[in-house]
């Protein structure tokens, strides 16, 4: 199944989105990299457009063993950037994180989120994501913007 990946907040701590499947469905929220802007800004390294998603066994630097994940090809200037688990910022090198709902700065049920992203693609092989930033441009966000949510991140 096809997805679009809309980010509608870009801050100090993440750039936050949300993924619809290719009927308009919420799958999981996203948490990806900031990365500051001579201009103050933030903008992650997976820029607006239409990608290819490869599954494949992948590794992280922090980890001993692969998994399975969905890669985003041919982005301009980078390879491996990947959807995967985590929290944080720091969590993510620039691939994008998959959680159920967002923290003070942080993304939260990780595991969860990626599970079932991963059951929704059972089968698939590749799939087209369109990716998108909406309400805000990454220039007119301010580095004081932060999490509405009053969730902790853990």
């Known amino acids: 199944m096809n997805l679009k990946l809309i980010r509608n907040k870009f801050a100090l701590y993440g ?7 290719d009927k308009g ?3 999981c929220f996203t948490l990806e990299h900031s990365y ?5 800004s933030f ?24 998994f399975e ?9 980078h390879t491996n950037i990947l959807f995967h688990k985590g929290n944080y910022n720091n969590d993510s090198e620039g691939c994008v994180l998959v959680g159920a709902a ?5 993304i939260l049920e990780s595991a969860i989120a ?22 805000a441009t990454p220039s007119t966000v301010l580095k004081s913007n932060i999490s509405s ?3 902790m991140c853990r």
Not at 43 to 66: E, F, V
Not at 102 to 106: L, N, S
Request: hydrophobic share 30%; proline share 6%; glycine share 12%.
């Open 149 to 151: 949510s009053p969730h």
């Open 15 to 21: 750039i936050e989105g949300e993924l619809f499947d």
């Open 114 to 135: 990626f599970g079932t992203f991963l059951q929704a693609q059972e089968g698939v092989d590749s799939f087209q994501l369109t990716v998108s930033s909406v309400t």
């Open 43 to 66: 903008l992650p390294k997976l820029p607006d457009g239409l990608y290819t998603c490869q599954r494949g066994q992948h590794r992280l630097a922090s980890m001993n063993n692969s």
């Open 25 to 27: 469905l919420h799958v």
């Open 102 to 106: 967002f923290g003070q700065g942080c």
């Open 36 to 40: 500051v802007q001579p201009d103050g």
């Open 69 to 77: 994940t969905f890669e985003i090809t041919k982005v301009p200037g």
